[in-house]
């Protein structure tokens, strides 16, 4: 494969080499650098929106960059495995990275910019000021993966600071994330807006996600109890949080005790606006929320239910 870095603040390698020439797009633009960013971020007219990822993109990647679409003239997608979201043990090192394939998919979903930094580039020096998510963000993910809501969104911050978006594009798969997001922009003031895609799935109905290069095809066949659980979970929605909680449970214990088996972190129904768990009267916006180890993989998925 091309490599990128071949092509310092150029046009990126174009991917329809080889194809019919009426089946060609352009490869986006793509910058390495903050500078290279601002330059080509200055020739961009009209509404532009930012999709961050931290690339291997898949289907999800590619319906935010869709959504984008709709807000904007223009789509920059940021490539960035964030150093600052991860916790010591965590896959920082081994998350599958792979700029020229993550290319092809922009190019084919017509983003215009790619911005892809080092790590260097984003923190030259120690990163000694980070946005605190408070409360919401020490529960659930942030119980489990300490520091990785405060990592997330200082890294969000700079990348709306360097790209100054009109609109930014997250998908529900992660979707304290999401919350966590909109909160920053409301008590910050960030002059960004914020549109939400649904999550996206694979045909299995396991939810999209770079992490499930890592799962053998029987970890895959045992994951699949996430989302049995949670579909269990919606379809007893009219039963209210208990019910849900009860059905959503039974699928999960049994993958608990299969093989291999489902280590369950969390299955909870939150409230949506504050992620604090549900009283068993609750009427409104929840999401139900799961999160589990498969082998060495952990995925999370969730589903939104209106109670
Ligand atoms: P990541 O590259 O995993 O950090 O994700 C980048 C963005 O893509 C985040 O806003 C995620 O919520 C979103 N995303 C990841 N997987 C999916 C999915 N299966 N469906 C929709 N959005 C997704």
């Not at 896959?91 to 599958?96: I, K, M, S, V």
């Not at 770079?210 to 029987?218: C, D, T």
């Amino acid at each position: 494969m091309t490599d990128p870095t071949d092509t310092p603040g150029g046009a990126a390698p174009d991917p329809a080499d080889g194809l019919p020439s009426g089946a060609r797009t352009p490869a986006p633009a793509l910058a390495r650098t903050p500078e290279e960013l601002a330059r080509m971020r200055a020739r961009l007219g009209g509404r532009v929106a930012l999709v961050p990822t931290m690339g291997s993109l898949h289907g999800g990647h590619r319906a935010l960059m869709a959504a984008a679409r709709e807000q904007a003239d223009a789509i920059i997608v940021s490539v960035f495995v964030n150093p600052l979201q991860f916790g010591p043990g965590e896959d920082y090192e081994h998350y599958p990275r792979d700029l020229g394939a993550d290319i092809r998919v922009c190019t084919e979903e017509g983003a215009d910019l790619v911005f892809a930094p080092s790590a260097e580039d984003m923190y030259p020096g120690e990163q000694i000021v980070r946005v605190d998510p408070g409360e919401m963000g020490r529960v659930l993910e942030g119980e489990f993966r300490p520091g990785f809501f405060s990592g997330v969104l200082t890294v969000v911050c700079k990348l709306f600071n360097l790209v100054r978006p009109d609109a930014a594009v997250f998908g529900q798969k992660d979707a304290q994330q999401l919350a966590l997001v909109r909160r920053m922009v409301r008590d910050l003031n960030l002059p960004v807006t914020i549109a939400a895609a649904p999550t996206m799935r694979d045909p299995d109905n396991l939810a999209s996600s770079s992490r499930n290069a890592y799962l053998g095809s029987e970890e895959r066949r045992s994951a699949l109890a996430l989302s049995k659980a949670l579909l269990s979970g919606a379809d007893a929605s009219l039963t209210g949080p208990v019910g849900i909680l009860s059905a959503a449970r039974a699928v999960l214990d049994e993958a608990v005790a299969g093989d291999p088996p489902v280590t369950v972190d969390y299955l909870t129904l939150v409230d949506a606006n504050t992620f604090a768990e549900v009283p068993s009267d609750f009427r409104g916006d929840a999401v139900l929320l799961v999160a589990a180890r498969v082998g060495g993989t952990r995925l999370i998925d969730n589903v939104p239910l209106t109670l």
